[in-house]
C-alpha cells in the first residue's frame, strides 16, 4: 500500500475556500466531506465494492481527493455505516495509517442522538448516552479528542440543560474542541441559546440542518436564528440524496440509492419532480455547471451556511463537485428562474 504525500498545493485557494463558523475562530472548507454511507463495511456503499481491500482503497483515495482539495473536515457520526460504527472504525484506520502526520490540519468531526446500542441508555441526549458514546467514537477513530462533537438530534424528554452539560463536559474534558447541534428547529436553537446564556455552559459554534432545493425549511425557521446567534451552518443532504444530479433524468439506475429503496425510493421520483429536475437540469448547463455544481452552489448562496457537506462513492465525484466553487455567483434573474422552477 503506497503511502500518501498530500498535494502540496492544497491550500493555495485558502482565501475563497475557507469561510469562518460563525462569530467563531474556526475557519471551515466550504466544502465538506459527509462519511456517511460510503466508509462503512465493504459491499454497502452505493458504488457496491464487495471486496474489502478494493473498497477500502476507493475509501483511502477519497479522503486523499478530498484532503488535497483542501477539504480539511471530514463529518461522522456515532451511527454512520453501515452497519453503525463502521465508518468510525474505517476513518479511524485510515486517520491512523495515512494522516497521522496531518492531524492538526483536519476538522474531524462526530456525532450522538441516535439509536447505537440496545436498551435505555443508546439513544437520544442523555448525559449518559452522549459521553458513553463520545467515549466509544473516539476508540473507534483512534484519537484523543474530536474537533466537534453534535447533538445529533433534540431529545424532547430529557432537559436541554443536561445535553448542553454533556456537550460542554466533552469540552471541558478535552475530549471535544468545540460542540454543534443536528436537526434543531429555530424555536429549539433559541432555547439552547437562551440555556447556554443562563447557565454559563459551552455554546454551539455550528448548526447541521438539512437543506436543499427541495427542503427549504432553514430559510423561514432557523437562518434568522443562527445568524442572530452567530451560529454557523453546515447543510447536510443539499443534492436531495442525489435527486439533484442528471442520475435520475432516463430511470433509476441499478447502482443507485433509489434503487436500494432505504432512504429515497422509486415513489419519490415523480414525473413532477422529474419536471422540475429537467428545467434545473437546463438552467445548470447554461450557467456551464453540471445540476449536482449549480445545486451546491445555490446552498452555498446564503451568507450564514458556512459550508456544505457532500458525499460521494468514488474520487471523481468529489473533483466534479468542489467545481461548483469555481461559480457561486447567481444573477438575479437566474435565481428568479429558480425560484419558478421549485
Not at 467514537?137 to 436541554?160: A, E
Not at 432516463?250 to 425510493?265: C, E, N, Q, V, Y
Amino acid at each position: 500500500m503506497p503511502a500518501y504525500t498530500p498535494d502540496p498545493n492544497r491550500y493555495a485557494a485558502a482565501e475563497t475556500l475557507y469561510r469562518r463558523c460563525g462569530r467563531s475562530g474556526l475557519l471551515l472548507p466550504a466544502m465538506s466531506l459527509g462519511c456517511w454511507h460510503s466508509f462503512g463495511e465493504s459491499g454497502t456503499d452505493s458504488g457496491h465494492h464487495a471486496d474489502e481491500p478494493a473498497f477500502h482503497e476507493n475509501c483511502r483515495q477519497m479522503l486523499f481527493t478530498a484532503f488535497d482539495l483542501g477539504i480539511t473536515h471530514f463529518d461522522l457520526a456515532n451511527n454512520y455505516g453501515p452497519p453503525p460504527g463502521s465508518a468510525e472504525l474505517r476513518i479511524g484506520r485510515i486517520l491512523k495509517q495515512d494522516f497521522a502526520a496531518h492531524r492538526d490540519e483536519l476538522i474531524i468531526s462526530s456525532k450522538a442522538g441516535y439509536t447505537m446500542w440496545d436498551g435505555p441508555y443508546g439513544d437520544w441526549g442523555s448525559r449518559k448516552y452522549m459521553l458513553a458514546s463520545l467515549d466509544a467514537s473516539l476508540k473507534r477513530l483512534g484519537l484523543d479528542y474530536v474537533d466537534i462533537y453534535y447533538s445529533h438530534r433534540p431529545d424532547p424528554n430529557t432537559p436541554i440543560e443536561e445535553t448542553l452539560g454533556a456537550l460542554d463536559h466533552a469540552v471541558k474534558s478535552g475530549k471535544a474542541l468545540y460542540t454543534g447541534i443536528s436537526n434543531y428547529r429555530g424555536a429549539q436553537t433559541e432555547e439552547v441559546v437562551a440555556t447556554g446564556q443562563r447557565t454559563g455552559l459551552t455554546m454551539p459554534i455550528i448548526h447541521q440542518p438539512k437543506y436543499s432545493m427541495f427542503e427549504r425549511w432553514i430559510e423561514a425557521d432557523l437562518l434568522a436564528v443562527v445568524e442572530r446567534h452567530g451560529i454557523g451552518v453546515i447543510c447536510f443532504s443539499p443534492l436531495a440524496q442525489g435527486l439533484l444530479t442528471d442520475k435520475y433524468l432516463k430511470g433509476i439506475p441499478a447502482d443507485s440509492r433509489a434503487s436500494l429503496g432505504k432512504f429515497l425510493g422509486p415513489q419519490h421520483i415523480t414525473e413532477k419532480r422529474l419536471t422540475a429536475i429537467r428545467k434545473l437540469n437546463d438552467l445548470a448547463k447554461s450557467r456551464g455547471q453540471s445540476l449536482a455544481q449549480m445545486a451546491l452552489a445555490w446552498v452555498l448562496r446564503h451568507k450564514a451556511v458556512t459550508t456544505v457537506l457532500i458525499g460521494a462513492s468514488r474520487p471523481e465525484q468529489i473533483r466534479e463537485n468542489v467545481k461548483a466553487l469555481d461559480k457561486l455567483a447567481f444573477s438575479a434573474d437566474e435565481l428568479e428562474r429558480i425560484e419558478a422552477i421549485l
